[in-house]
């Protein structure tokens, strides 16, 4: 069996729903410092973290993979074909939970590191920096890798990300960025009242109903170079009222907006307060605002590294990956700030699901693939 395949399978076999580690760190210490890796727990929280460097500090080539060991729970175990939780490798695949997202890519940039390191000299580093903390609030996870690395000045100019990126087949698509992500919580507060006399009271509903539909009625954007149109969903509007002839004191409504580079957070929170100010003009009405920003947007472009890494997938897989900036926000967020930074991984189709699976084949084809970036990047001039 192949080392990727067999990493994989016993890293599903630990319990490791975020903030559990239940021994995963520990495990990949021990394969990484065998092949003589410097391996450095860092704790935080009650998240334990992995940094493991080959080669020298800070030469003048530094590669890091960065991928999470933790998963999002399982839901109703009866729903599985196998427990999510056994790792068993049946007929060519491997059920279970994180077999996407993501510990496969973990067990594959693992695997390929090691290989590579078996089998070469130094004349640069690679970094595999884990967390344990990206399926949460990933406040104690990757943020505190980096953070750390600041403080010991470990710097690592290019990062991969092993995230599920891939659409159909593997290699066909490369995140090179991500929308930004925020999050608005109204609260409109009226006068409650008897709905028989509505003209003693002041209906929040009311404030909240303009509010959403003068939102909904602006587009944000068309979209831009390498961004799909922003895009804004309403997921909540509570009144928490049990009786039909009381007009409520106070509606609330959350909206969740991931956008593109065309804004900031910045940007978008005076566009959403514009809108406040007008309904509340109209209404006569209070409404307040909270903000969450999950992350900003950014673009790494068509940089050399990015140019390197399609280059490899071309001659390795035969497939021209789209540059992409879809989907959810991941710790590529916070490595941005530090590193040139993409984000290559497998199929993601069944990430989150009941039966999540990945082929075998593939966790091969993913350390292959990673194993051969490894070889040009050492190789050609970045
Ligand atoms: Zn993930």
Request: aromatic share 6%; glycine share 8%.
């Amino acid at each position: 069996m192949d080392a990727a395949v067999k990493i994989t399978s016993e890293l599903i076999k630990k319990k490791t729903i975020t903030p559990e580690d239940d021994g995963a760190i520990k495990f990949l210490t021990n394969i990484l410092s065998a092949s003589n890796f410097s391996c450095q727990e860092i704790h935080s929280g009650n998240v334990k973290n992995l940094f493991a460097r080959w080669g020298p500090k800070n030469p003048e080539k530094t590669i890091g993979f960065n991928g999470h060991v933790d998963v999002v729970p399982p839901g109703d175990t009866t729903l599985w074909e196998v427990d999510p939780f056994s790792g068993i490798v049946k007929d060519g695949e491997i059920i279970g939970r994180g077999a996407v997202d993501m510990k496969s890519a973990v067990a594959a940039f693992t695997a390929a590191a090691v290989e590579f390191a078996d089998s070469n000299k130094p004349n640069g580093s690679i970094v595999i920096a884990i967390t344990g903390d990206e399926e949460g609030e990933a406040i104690n996870g990757t943020k505190a890798i980096l953070q750390w690395m600041l403080e010991q000045d470990e710097r690592v100019p290019h990062f991969i990300v092993g995230e599920p990126t891939s659409k159909e087949t593997l290699g066909d698509m490369v995140k090179i960025g991500r929308r930004g992500s925020l999050t608005a919580f109204f609260s409109s507060s009226g006068t409650q009242g008897h709905t028989a006399y509505p003209h003693l009271a002041s209906n929040p509903i009311n404030s909240i109903n303009t509010l959403i539909t003068s939102i909904l009625n602006e587009t944000l954007d068309q979209g831009s170079e390498h961004f799909e149109p922003s895009t804004l969903s309403f997921t909540t509007i509570d009144v928490d009222n049990v009786s039909n002839n009381v007009i409520p004191a106070k509606c609330e409504a959350t909206l969740n907006i991931r956008f593109n580079d065309l804004h900031t957070s910045e940007t978008i929170i005076a566009w959403l307060n514009k809108h406040i100010e007008k309904t509340n003009k109209k209404h006569q009405a209070h409404i307040s605002m909270n903000v969450k920003v999950s992350g900003e947007s950014f673009i790494n472009g068509n940089s050399p590294f990015v140019k390197m890494v399609t280059k490899e997938i071309k001659d390795t897989l035969n497939i021209n990956p789209i540059l992409s900036t879809s989907g959810g926000t991941s710790d590529a967020r916070f490595i941005k700030e530090f590193s040139e930074v993409l984000e290559l991984g497998l199929v993601g189709k069944t990430m989150h699901k009941v039966n999540e699976k990945v082929k075998v084949d593939e966790i091969v084809n993913l350390k292959n693939l990673y194993k051969s970036i490894l070889e040009r990047y050492f190789t050609e001039e970045i």
